[in-house]
T-cell receptor
Framework: TQLLEQSPQFLSIQEGENLTVYCNSSSVFSSLQWYRQEPGEGPVLLVTVVTGGEVKKLKRLTFQFGDARKDSSLHITAAQPGDTGLYLCAGAGRDDKIIFGKGTRLHILP | DSGVTQTPKHLITATGQRVTLRCSPRSGDLSVYWYQQSLDQGLQFLIQYYNGEERAKGNILERFSAQQFPDLHSELNLSSLELGDSALYFC???????????FGQGTRLTVV
């Protein structure tokens, strides 16, 4: 069974600090997506990474795809309270089934 | 606003009943996905339709079924409902067969 494991499950840090969250698998994915979900809302797509080793930046968010395309990380610089939310990674597995990790619940304290 | 519309927003029903959830994808999107989200299981992929045809199947129970109509809107039918079916149900759509998807705001189903 293909799985995406996200760590940490929960993270609570002070405004202004940096953080990194991870999305790992033993399987190769052709691409991985990162989403952010706020309470009562649907996930919102942040980025797709496709090429092994690829780095994409979205303002203070930096996404990296592992060289072997089995893992990805999200680094946030100088976290803001508006970054609070559930961060989900997802990928298309075998048979085109979309697999989501269980997410990292991030809370930024003002 | 993602452009994906789901109705109803909330639904409360009794065990054993049947409900239909509706989804209108973004204009031009051919793929529709259905997901179930519960606190303990996270976001679970149920099924994908592409231009009216079933494209991929996930952890969808036999009591659940879906279809995509010629106008590309989709319905998810849940029958013989159990307490454990209480969850948020999301619809998402994407351009062509790409995995990047835009989600609706979900339908919160409560089975009592």
């Amino acid at each position: 069974t293909q799985l995406l494991e996200q760590s940490p499950q929960f993270l609570s840090i002070q405004e202004g600090e940096n953080l990194t969250v991870y999305c790992n698998s033993s399987s190769v994915f052709s691409s991985l997506q990162w989403y952010r979900q706020e309470p009562g809302e649907g996930p919102v797509l942040l980025v797709t990474v496709v090429t092994g080793g690829e780095v994409k930046k979205l303002k203070r968010l930096t996404f990296q795809f592992g060289d072997a395309r089995k893992d990805s990380s999200l680094h946030i610089t100088a976290a803001q309270p508006g970054d609070t939310g559930l961060y989900l990674c997802a990928g298309a597995g075998r048979d085109d089934k979309i697999i989501f990790g269980k997410g990292t619940r991030l809370h930024i304290l003002p | 606003d993602s452009g994906v519309t789901q109705t109803p927003k909330h639904l409360i029903t009794a065990t054993g009943q049947r409900v239909t959830l509706r989804c209108s994808p973004r204009s031009g999107d051919l793929s529709v996905y259905w997901y179930q989200q519960s606190l303990d299981q996270g976001l679970q992929f149920l099924i994908q339709y592409y231009n009216g045809e079933e494209r991929a199947k996930g952890n969808i129970l036999e009591r659940f079924s879906a279809q995509q109509f010629p106008d590309l809107h989709s319905e998810l039918n849940l029958s013989s409902l159990e307490l454990g079916d209480s969850a948020l149900y999301f619809c998402a759509s994407s351009v062509g067969d790409r995995p990047e998807a835009f989600f609706g705001q979900g339908t919160r189903l409560t089975v009592v």
